[in-house]
């Protein structure tokens, strides 16, 4: 189902051809925010075990992908794709749990309401699956505007640093029982 904003929209791919392009636009996307994140070092970007069972979107612009984001969902805070942001933090947190990740957006294609686009679909795909709970790291103010505006709150630091020049936050969103029936 696409989700859409204006002109453009968001969708679930499943395409190889899609997410190995999504893989190059987190790179190109980092790298034009000054550096990669710190967890890049261990992993192979593409072929990280959490890319293998998330759901995608991506934001298509003349048939490449323009802003991605990528959402997995898993029992437990342990399980997740960020576990070492998440700690102190699992008793807050009501399974199934859906972590936001991996939100890259084109420097040609910022300011333009993407990254809010592409959360509010995950939002939606979190709903449907019946998830307790949303989370996500933040480290740019306008992302952490941008989810405290989608209701989400802000639980604290995360334990570590994924950028040298900008400290992590975790935030959450805590689904209703109505979004859950």
């Known amino acids: 189902m696409p989700y859409s904003s204006n002109s453009f929209h968001a969708e679930i791919v499943t395409r190889e051809i899609v997410l190995d392009e999504i893989a190059q636009l987190r790179i ?7 550096e ?5 070092a261990n992993q192979d970007i593409r072929n990280d075990e959490h890319d293998k ?5 991506a934001v298509m ?12 969902i898993h029992a437990t805070a342990q399980a997740g794709s960020d576990p070492e942001s998440l700690q102190g933090y699992e008793e807050m947190l ?15 294609f910022r300011r333009l309401g993407l990254g809010f686009l592409l959360t509010q679909a995950r939002i939606s795909v979190a709903r449907e699956r019946r998830c307790g709970c949303i989370v996500g790291c933040a480290e740019q103010p306008s992302r952490m505007k941008q989810l405290e505006t989608l ?8 334990k570590l640093r994924y950028l040298s020049y900008a400290e992590s936050f975790v935030y959450m969103l805590r689904m209703q029982d ?3 029936s």
């Open 28 to 34: 190109d996307a980092w790298t034009a925010n000054g």
């Open 36 to 40: 990669l994140p710190a967890f890049i």
């Open 53 to 57: 069972h998330a759901i995608h979107f």
């Open 61 to 72: 612009h003349e048939e490449h992908p323009v802003a991605a984001a990528r959402i997995c």
């Open 94 to 108: 009501t399974p199934p749990i859906a972590t936001l990740s991996r939100l890259v957006v084109h420097p040609d």
């Open 151 to 158: 209701g989400f709150n802000r639980l604290g630091p995360t």
């Open 178 to 180: 109505k979004d859950r």
